[in-house]
């Protein structure tokens, strides 16, 4: 790491309190960082600088982490439930008292993998949310593993998402993507493999299980191991290494950040400064 990055790191020693503050997201990148930039630079920034907060439904958020909590211990689940029963349960009419609709799905996708040998093998005896770090490309990053299994040499991660078979498009490859792609899970997967490697000096493949919202859930065990998926996972990692640079100076106060024009952030700040043609809309 040279001087002037080492500036911009603060050396914070992580922790499970502060992983998730914007003051670590400083001194250390992140994919959900890094991702968040690809998609506005304006928008991350502001959000990183706690200058703007978006309207979003936290709803998708605070049910995966429910389903993590769960299969992370008795205690964090009963945690979670403490810290987050005002926007889990109804407050009124017939259901007053209720798990809200999400979690009770939530609590079929726990039941449905919960009942797979797979997944009791591969996920449940590994280390939970275990952090990681090291340098890519000369940069600091973060990481935090859902379940590691370093003996074994693999690592797996839990996603939920609405359905695991559909195709999401791309505006700028004019591509319909599946889900592991949209999401940018291969940047993940390329980082996570690369700071096991740093923080323990092991080598670990990837896996994701992934389960669906749907009644009843859909479930997969997903591997990394054909070629186009290794073509993807050094694409990835290699387009890290081309863009944060940028990213870091933007943070940093250096280069401007780009407006995408179209997120919520941009409308919001948005002014009208030129023409746009009927035919370009
Ligand atoms: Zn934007």
């Known amino acids: 790491m040279n001087k002037e990055n080492c500036s911009i790191t603060g050396e914070i020693q992580l922790t499970q309190s502060n992983y998730y503050t914007h003051e670590t997201d400083k001194a250390y990148m992140s994919v959900s960082l890094f991702k968040d930039f690809l998609k506005c630079e304006a928008c991350a920034l502001a959000k990183l600088n706690d200058e703007w907060q978006p309207e979003e439904d936290k709803t998708a958020l605070l049910v995966g982490n429910y389903i993590h909590s769960y299969f992370e211990s008795e ?3 009963k945690k979670f439930i403490e810290a987050n029963q005002s926007s889990m349960f109804s407050t009124r009419g017939k259901s007053k008292g209720h798990l809200k609709a999400p979690y009770k799905i939530a609590d079929e ?4 993998l919960s009942e797979e040998k797979l997944f009791k093998s591969f996920y449940e005896p590994g ?3 275990v952090i990681v770090t090291g340098e890519i490309g000369g940069y600091p ?3 935090k593993i859902d379940s590691l299994s370093k003996v074994q040499g693999f690592f797996c991660d839990l996603k939920t998402t609405r359905d695991i078979r559909q195709k999401i498009w791309n505006e700028d490859t004019r591509q319909k993507e599946n889900f592991i792609q949209a999401y940018g899970y291969y940047y993940q997967m390329a980082v996570y493999i690369e700071l096991i490697k740093q923080t323990f000096d092991v ?3 990837p896996f994701i299980f992934a389960v669906s919202k749907q009644t009843p859930p859909d479930k997969v065990l997903i591997d990394f191991n054909t070629e186009k998926s290794q073509e993807l996972l ?3 990692m290699n387009n890290i ?3 944060q640079p940028h990213i870091w100076n933007v943070i940093k106060g250096s ?11 941009c409308r919001a700040t948005k002014h009208i400064l030129k023409l746009t043609h009927a035919d370009e809309v």
């Open 75 to 77: 205690e964090s689940h």
């Open 109 to 112: 996708m726990i039941a449905s």
């Open 127 to 129: 280390e939970k949310e």
């Open 141 to 143: 990053w973060k990481g």
């Open 203 to 205: 080598d670990c493949q």
């Open 234 to 236: 050094e694409e990835s």
């Open 241 to 243: 290494i081309e863009k």
């Open 255 to 265: 280069e401007k950040p780009k407006r995408c024009e179209q997120c919520e952030y």
